[in-house]
Structure formats: C-alpha cells, structure tokens
C-alpha cells in the first residue's frame, strides 16, 4: 500500500511551537491538494489545514486560524504544519492525507476524497 509518513510530534508546554513534517514515498504530493486532520480518543475526525496542489490557497479550521500555517514544498515532496501557540485542545494524533478531485473548497474538512492516510504523529500539549 501507498501511504504517507508524518513526524514531528511530541510533548510540548502550552505556548510551544511544534512543525510537523510529512511525506509520501511512491506518490508525487504536487498532484494532490493535501490536508492535515487530527483525532483524539471518542471524537470524530476534524480537519485542520488544508492547502491545494500548488500551494496558492490554504484553508483552516476556526480553532487554530492564525496558529498554524500550512506549508508545502513540493520540490521536496513534502507537507508541512507549523503550530504555534499550542493550547492543550491541541493534542491529538495528526494525520495526513491527499486528494486528488475538489482541492480544499467545499467541506473538504469532512475528509471525503482524501486517501493515502498516514499512521499520524502524536501531539500532546500539556498546561
């Protein structure tokens, strides 16, 4: 199977930064819009971040706008979110995935259309 990696989580105090990285051996990410979401035990998904195939729109979730940037080199092959100003609402595993049809209008954030899930990174802020 085909599926991308993240990494870059951890503990971190409230107020920290953290940027995580991912990448997708096998795929070329410029040929997908990619998104971050994110899940904590007994909760539905939530979408993060998103940001299309080229990189020249971004969208976010009310709950971390102005906090996190959503990023992509895709000469690097890889998808980044720097998160600033965590807050322990933050911690959950992040996840990454690519779509190929829709980029991120619409309610991308419902996940539906992306595919290649990684096994995610854990974020854990801590107060």
């Known amino acids: 199977q085909v599926q991308a990696v993240e990494s870059g989580g951890g503990l971190v105090q409230a107020g920290g930064s953290l940027r995580l990285s991912c990448t997708a051996p096998g795929l070329t990410l410029g040929e997908f819009a990619m998104a971050w979401f994110r899940q904590t035990p007994g909760q539905e998904r939530e979408g993060v971040a998103c940001?299309?195939?080229?990189?020249?729109?971004?969208d976010y979730s009310s709950s971390v706008k102005g906090r996190f940037t959503i990023y992509r080199d895709n000469a690097k092959n890889r998808l980044d979110l720097q998160m600033n100003m965590l807050k322990p609402e933050d911690t959950a595993m992040y996840h990454c995935?690519?779509?190929?049809?829709?980029?991120?209008?619409?309610?991308?954030?419902?996940?539906?259309?992306?595919?290649?899930w990684g096994q995610g990174t854990q974020v854990t802020v801590s107060s």
């Open positions: 940001i299309s195939r080229s990189g020249d729109m971004a």
């Open positions: 995935a690519a779509k190929f049809w829709g980029g991120c209008s619409g309610s991308w954030h419902l996940d539906s259309g992306f595919g290649y």
